[in-house]
């Protein structure tokens, strides 16, 4: 079955998002899709409390422990969008949990405006300021990346 494309992009469309029709289509039960969120992110969200006790930050420093989760998450959600809309005809469960709940637990973006708050209260606005712009491009460039790569390393892969 050959997969839609975005038409500025020249991306695959990813299914779950694709128009249809009412008709023919059954909305599936929310329950196991709100669990596979709520578990996948309760995951996340002890892999980034892992990483910020191995790397913790000191009130008044740099929060690079929050912009290197962030950008490693990003990463992965760009490898991970790839693999499941080019690759991998997942079941329907998987891109919740792992990619909403387990990713959206790990990267930390609430975390990341504490951070800038608590450093422009600080007196360390040029900090905070430096810190908003290099998540934001590290994120951006990360997920951007790890996309073309893991695309490029799959039209190597077939014959």
Known sequence: MEKSRNPILNEPVDPDIEPR????????????????????????????????????????????????????GCAVIGVFMVVITDVWVAHRLVRPFFGTGVLGGFTTFSTY?????????????STGLAYLVLTLLAAMTSVR???????????????
Do not use: C, M
């Not at 709100?34 to 930050?57: E, K, M, Q």
């Not at 405006?113 to 606005?125: F, K, P, S, T, W």
């Open 21 to 72: 029709i009412p008709a023919q289509h059954k909305e599936p039960r929310q329950g196991p899709v709100i669990a596979a969120v709520s578990l996948g992110g309760g995951v996340g969200a002890a892999a980034r409390y892992g990483a910020s006790l191995l790397w913790p930050t000191p009130a008044d420093a740099f929060p690079w422990t929050t912009l290197a989760v962030n950008a490693i």
């Open 113 to 125: 405006a504490v951070d800038i708050q608590r450093l422009v209260n600080g007196r360390e606005a």
């Open 145 to 159: 990346i790890a996309a073309a790569s893991t695309r490029r390393i799959i039209e190597r892969r077939q014959p």
